[in-house]
């Protein structure tokens, strides 16, 4: 039981090149979420599903488009990287009666 | 005003210390809550959750003042392995799924 897992763990990019992060959990939860963490802004929310099928944004979506391929993935796509994207990306799913959030292990990316 | 707010520390105190964080926030209509801890440069995980009731998981007791809009956290007999940052979420608002988290509390338990 992974959890929640997503690749890759490191990345780096130049200005205007495009890149996805992929997340997967076998969890079998309905709703899955990627958040941006910076340093003194804390975890803001860019896009949510909350079940297969649906997709919503977020606090922080623009540069982002987001595919829920299906209940296990959800995937999260910069077109046009740009600096102000350099971030720790984590994506996280939820479920049970409480509907915990739980996280995956990040993307730290730098965008140059 | 920030949706959810938490005091960054550092809160530096002697093993065996009792230490409580607070964390207020501000819609009234929020419904669910959370605390997690997140170590350096890795993901957040989940604590425990908040409710209204008050509840306990060991040394660590979380309180919800609806009243007044805040949460507490409060770890008693603590551990140099508690040394982290402690994240309030607030969120859940008209059944969605969207969750606030603070910018997090930084503990840091000295030998």
């Known amino acids: 039981n992974a959890g929640v897992t997503q690749t890759p763990k490191f990345q780096v990019l130049k200005t205007g090149q495009s890149m996805t992060l992929q997340c997967a959990q076998d969890?079998?939860?309905?709703?899955m979420y990627w958040y941006r963490q910076d340093p003194g802004m804390g975890l803001r929310l860019i896009y949510y599903?909350?079940?297969?099928?649906?997709?919503d944004k977020g606090e922080v979506p623009n540069g982002y488009n987001v595919s829920r391929l299906n209940k296990r993935e959800f995937s999260l796509r910069l077109e046009s990287a740009a600096p102000s994207q350099t971030s720790v990306y984590f994506c996280?799913?939820?479920?049970?009666?409480?509907?915990?959030?739980?996280f995956g292990p990040g993307t730290r990316l730098t965008v140059l | 005003r920030k949706e959810v707010e938490q005091d960054p520390g550092p809160f530096n105190v002697p093993e065996g210390a009792t230490v409580a964080f607070n964390c207020t926030y501000s819609?009234?209509?929020?419904?669910?809550f959370f605390w997690y801890r997140q170590d350096c440069r890795k993901e957040p995980k989940l604590l425990m959750s908040?409710?209204?009731s008050g509840n306990e998981d060991g040394r660590f007791t979380a309180q919800l003042n609806r009243a007044s809009q805040y949460i507490s956290l409060l770890i008693r007999d603590s551990k140099l392995s508690d040394s982290a940052t402690y994240l309030c979420?607030?969120?859940?608002?008209?059944?969605?799924?969207?969750?606030?988290f603070g910018t997090g509390t930084r503990l840091k338990v000295l030998a």
């Open positions: 996280a799913s939820s479920g049970g009666q409480n509907n915990e959030q739980f």
């Open positions: 969890m079998n939860h309905n709703s």
């Open positions: 599903s909350a079940s297969e099928g649906t997709t």
């Open positions: 819609n009234s209509a929020s419904q669910s």
């Open positions: 908040v409710y209204s």
């Open positions: 979420v607030a969120g859940g608002l008209g059944g969605t799924y969207k969750y606030i």
